[in-house]
């Protein structure tokens, strides 16, 4: 089993080796499609099921760190309650990939330092749009879920565009949203099967709004 960290996001140093364990947490999990089905099933599950313990208790960035000696229980009850045998699989490394989803879903709902930069630029080179957040390209194929967020410049909109794995089926689910300027809820949100479908949504609200 892995260390877990003290608790709390106190500077950009801590905040950085959390993001690092998030992504190597990542690319540890999903590579066990190929390995082993079945601990790859079961994990996935759980990343999942805890989806909504870390929406209501991990609200900001901050509380990521914190969240996660609670969501190593929570998930303990979780697989109990639905009878999801625990053994062979790292308790860790599936809280800290699913604590990977919940940060990508806290970075599309405001922009952190980096984006900021990427903001300054892209105004500065006369852009409509600033891309803000990209996937890791070293979890893509890998990891449950990926996510991409452009800014509009003038209006302060995120388009929000992801693709994520149905636990129950593996399938991909393609899902777009619209925030709003400093809103944490969507006005608009998509969700499609079809990754053309989706590609040709997006775009179709880009050119909207241009």
């Known amino acids: 089993m892995?260390?877990?960290?003290?608790?709390?996001?106190?500077?950009?140093?801590?905040?950085?080796?959390?993001?690092?364990?998030?992504?190597?947490?990542?690319?540890?999990?999903?590579?066990?499609?190929?390995?082993d089905p079945d601990i790859y099933q079961r994990s996935v599950r759980l990343v999942g099921l805890l989806g909504d313990f870390l929406s209501e208790r991990a609200q900001s960035v901050d509380d990521l760190a914190s969240i996660r000696t609670p969501a190593i229980a929570r998930l303990h009850g979780l697989a109990s309650s639905q009878g999801i045998v625990l053994t062979n699989l790292d308790d860790q490394l599936i809280v800290d990939a699913a604590l990977a989803q919940r940060y990508r879903v806290l970075l599309a709902q405001g922009v952190d330092h980096e984006a900021e930069v990427i903001t300054d630029r892209a105004r500065a080179a006369g852009e409509k749009w600033a891309p803000i957040q990209t996937p890791d390209g070293g979890t893509l194929g890998y990891a449950m879920s990926h996510q991409w967020v452009d800014l509009?410049?003038?209006?302060?909109t995120r388009l929000v565009r992801s693709v994520d794995v149905d636990p129950a089926t593996g399938s991909p689910i393609f899902r777009i949203e619209v925030y709003p300027r400093s809103e944490s809820q969507a006005s608009l949100v998509l969700e499609m099967s079809n990754r053309q479908e989706w590609l040709d949504e997006a775009e179709a609200i880009r050119t909207a709004m241009d």
Do not use: C, K, M, W
């Not at 608790?7 to 390995?35: C, H, K, M, S, W």
């Open 2 to 35: 892995n260390e877990v960290p003290r608790a709390g996001v106190e500077n950009g140093d801590a905040l950085a080796a959390l993001v690092i364990r998030f992504t190597e947490a990542e690319r540890n999990l999903y590579p066990l499609a190929q390995v």
């Open 152 to 156: 509009h410049l003038s209006s302060e």
